[in-house]
């Protein structure tokens, strides 16, 4: 029982470890961060910034 909130925070790391690395749809993984194709006539998708660098929509954490 006195280690039961050690156990608690274990779980609760792994559980961000695994989630962490999913992006939302429709965003793919491009090196560490969630990328889409910017539009030709558009904007990026709500949640996301153009970035000039690598010509893509970067998804905000």
Not at 7 to 27: D, H, R, Y
């Amino acid at each position: 029982m006195n280690f039961s909130w050690l156990t608690i925070f274990i779980l609760a790391l792994f559980a961000m470890t695994v989630s962490a690395k999913n992006c939302p749809a429709p965003f793919e993984k491009h090196g560490n961060k969630c990328t889409i194709k910017r539009p030709i006539h558009g904007e990026c998708p709500h949640g996301s910034q153009y970035s000039a660098n690598i010509n893509l929509c970067v998804y905000k954490n």
